[in-house]
T-cell receptor, first 112, second 115 residues
């Protein structure tokens, strides 16, 4: 069935360190993946996306890696800042489905 | 462009009542999706509309319904509210073309509490 899961529900890192948030997905037909950041009291905010024909994509301080062989997705945040503290969700989409399947989320805490 | 706007921001209802939530998408976006977010179940897909047509529906009872107007604004309705309907209801818009695999832009949500 459809499911997108996260390996760790919480993650704490020191300010300035790099963080890696992992995500496993089960539907091999998924061809589009997105990472969202949700701060308290706000809706999810788009961070970065990647399509299944790629295995890596970089943004500003963020990198998403996609391993289709093991159906694994990761979000790397470089030089973390206090403002990076939030819950991070991965989501998958299947062409034509018109819906996203979200993981349960990982709470990232940046320690000063 | 203004972001996705949801109203009201907070709502308190009692069991058995009905509720209507409103969403205005980003200008030019014709696809509107609704999601329910709870601590236990996370983000669950409710339904998606494009050009006033429902294209997909999640696994929610018939008490949950929605519609989209010609200006792309959308409403969702929950009838006969139950305690378990307490959640953050999120609206998202995407795609000026209606093609799948477009990133969603979310509003801040409506926090519904059912007493």
């Amino acid at each position: 069935g459809e499911s997108v899961g996260l390996h760790l529900p919480t993650l704490s890192v020191q300010e300035g360190d790099n963080s890696i948030i992992n995500c496993a997905y089960s539907n091999s037909a998924s061809d589009y993946f997105i990472w969202y950041k949700q701060e308290s009291g706000k809706g999810p905010q788009f961070i970065i996306d990647i399509r299944s024909n790629m295995d890596k994509r970089q943004g500003q301080r963020v990198t998403v890696l996609l391993n289709k062989t093991v159906k694994h997705l990761s979000l790397q945040i470089a030089a973390t800042q206090p403002g990076d503290s939030a819950v991070y969700f991965c989501a998958e989409d299947i062409q034509g489905a018109q819906k996203l399947v979200f993981g349960q989320g990982t709470r990232l805490t940046i320690n000063p | 462009k203004a972001g996705v706007t949801q109203t009201p921001r907070y709502l308190i209802k009692t069991r058995g009542q009905q509720v209507t939530l409103s969403c205005s998408p980003i200008s030019g976006h014709r696809s509107v999706s609704w999601y329910q977010q709870t601590p236990g179940q996370g983000l669950q897909f409710l339904f998606e509309y494009f050009s006033e047509t429902q294209r997909n529906k999640g696994n929610f009872p018939g008490r949950f319904s929605g519609r989209q107007f010609s200006n792309s604004r959308s409403e969702m309705n929950v009838s006969t509210l139950e305690l378990g309907d307490s959640a953050l209801y999120l609206c998202a818009s995407s795609s000026e073309t209606g093609i799948s695999n477009e990133k969603l832009f979310f509003g801040s949500g409506t926090q519904l509490s059912v007493l």
